[in-house]
């Protein structure tokens, strides 16, 4: 089957998401009614449920669609890696929830037992879903069919014993699965509610169950971290188990990827940003002392210019890793402020204590030992300057920055390779 058109409209709808400033997979993954979800069943619904979707068709459309855009599109960015195995988890579901829908009303048959539940083997009305035994074994995520009313587990797929170790009999209704898929009492009242607060919103949420991260426990003991989500069918409900370990992963990685300067490969102004109000506010609520340090290369665009970029760029990693490895307790905070400029936050660190972290730092960058024939010793210096708050401080967040900057301003002038502290105020 030719799928030029839909592979071109989605490749087309994910890079539109991805350039978006504010777009964030995180967000998504975070919020089921999220503008980019409703945008992707809009899509499904013009691709895809326009379609005989009454006929099971093999191999699956959904992944024969992504199969060719994994192939046609270069995945070299991680996040638009991720966005597509996201869609693509989504449409699995909404096409597997459009079959059951086409099906309601379709012939009865007999389904193979080894997918039910003895509880409803006799008889079994309408919507017992007989066609769906194909689709169950197919599909390649557990999946597992519930009556709403009794909790009875219907069905399950083959993955579903695969992945768990549970056959239907093992666990033939929820009260069953929640003692054995969590059985830590605490984490399994906190599953059970979080699940019941998934199915009360599923009306307002097109009949779809949110996705959640739960921590399922296998029959051999182990436990695997798993997205669940599902469809709500009535009297019924149909619940996906995802892998969520390598989404979670690859989350971290992004998470990281946000947060860190891919030069110098530590944090970020971004992450400096948000690093600043969590520790200004913290210092004012504790009435404690906080530090910064601004940090700046010494005639850095000569040393540029002399030695060609490539040179550069190695002498601003050098110089990030020299200040991070010698700021070394673990709530102290480095990252790149701009250009060849670096920042350092020192919490519960007066004034004494961030010159002296000032005087170690300008030690090891002396040591690095980097040849800068423009600079007046020959040797790459930096100019710092340092501001301080503490309980007797008004001052804003802006301004304890401004005040470091102002410092290191005066450094410059007067002749750079030292050390400057802001004007103390008080109140």
């Known amino acids: 089957m030719n799928y030029a058109y839909q592979v071109s409209k989605i490749e087309s709808f994910v890079v539109h998401y991805i350039a978006k400033p504010d777009f964030q997979i995180s967000d998504v993954l975070a919020n089921p009614k999220h503008e980019f979800k409703q945008s992707a069943y809009h899509l499904f619904y013009e691709l895809i449920k326009l379609k005989n979707a009454h006929v099971y068709q093999e191999p699956n459309p959904v992944n024969e669609l992504f199969g060719l855009i994994k192939k046609s599109l270069y995945l070299s960015d991680q996040t638009q890696s991720l966005v597509l195995q996201t869609v693509e988890g989504w449409w699995l579901e909404w096409y597997f929830a459009l079959i059951m829908e086409q099906k309601i009303n379709s012939d009865k048959g007999d389904m193979p037992s080894s997918y039910l539940s003895q509880n409803i083997l006799n008889p079994m009305r309408k919507h017992e879903l007989s066609h769906y035994a194909k689709l169950f074994t197919k599909l390649p995520m557990p999946i597992c069919n519930v009556c709403a009313n009794t909790g009875d587990i219907l069905k399950v797929n083959q993955r579903f014993v695969d992945v768990f170790g549970y056959s239907v009999k093992e666990v033939p209704n929820l009260k069953a699965w929640w003692k054995k898929a969590y059985p830590d009492p605490q984490y399994r009242e906190f599953v059970k509610k979080l699940?019941?607060?998934?199915?009360?919103?599923?009306?307002?949420?097109?009949?779809?169950?949110?996705?959640?991260?739960?921590?399922?426990?296998?029959?051999?003991?182990?436990?695997?971290?798993?997205?669940i989500s599902g469809i709500n069918i009535g009297e019924e409900f149909i619940a996906v188990f995802n892998d969520a370990t390598e989404r979670m992963q690859a989350e971290d990685i992004l998470r990281d990827m946000a947060f860190l300067d891919s030069l110098t490969r530590i944090a970020n102004r971004r992450r400096f940003d948000e690093k600043l109000v969590q520790e200004f506010d913290c210092a004012r609520d504790r009435n404690g002392a906080l530090s910064i340090i601004l940090i700046d290369i010494d005639y850095f665009k000569q040393f540029n210019d002399r030695y060609g970029h490539m040179a550069g760029d190695t002498c601003l990693y050098d110089v990030a890793q020299e200040i991070a490895s010698t700021v070394s307790r673990p709530e102290d905070f480095v990252a790149r402020y701009g250009g060849e400029e670096f920042v350092v936050l020192l919490p519960q660190t007066d004034r004494q204590g961030a010159l002296f972290i000032a005087e170690q730092i300008e030690k090891a960058i002396e040591n690095l030992a980097i040849v800068h024939e423009d600079s007046y010793s020959g040797l790459l210096s930096l100019s710092m300057g340092i501001n301080t708050i503490d309980d007797n401080d008004t001052e804003d967040r802006f301004s304890f920055v401004k005040g470091a900057d102002n410092a290191l301003y005066y450094a410059k002038r007067q002749g750079r390779n030292c050390i400057a502290l802001a004007k103390s105020e008080t109140s």
């Open 195 to 227: 699940w019941q607060e998934s199915l009360d919103v599923t009306q307002e949420n097109n009949n779809d169950i949110p996705a959640n991260n739960y921590k399922v426990s296998c029959s051999d003991g182990s436990q695997i971290l798993m997205e």
